[in-house]
């Protein structure tokens, strides 16, 4: 599995001993072929943030980013 995705269950339950299958597979992310319709359809067209304070990101799509 991913390597960001591995570390928390290999800190907190395996002490460390997780390992990625390959480099490849470690460094694996996720595309979200969708993720603009994704964002207009929760913040409409004009793209304002109902998700956060005002000037505040999005959480929403913090964590639908790719990195």
Do not use: F
Request: charged fraction near 35%; glycine fraction near 10%.
């Amino acid at each position: 599995m991913n390597s960001d995705i591995m570390e928390l269950s290999n800190t907190l339950i395996y002490d460390g001993k997780l390992k990625c299958g390959s480099k490849k597979v470690a460094e694996q992310k996720l595309v979200l072929p969708m993720r603009e319709e994704a964002r207009k359809v929760m913040h409409g067209e004009e793209g304002g943030s109902p998700c956060g304070m005002e000037g505040e990101a999005c959480w929403i799509e913090e964590i639908m980013e790719e990195e």
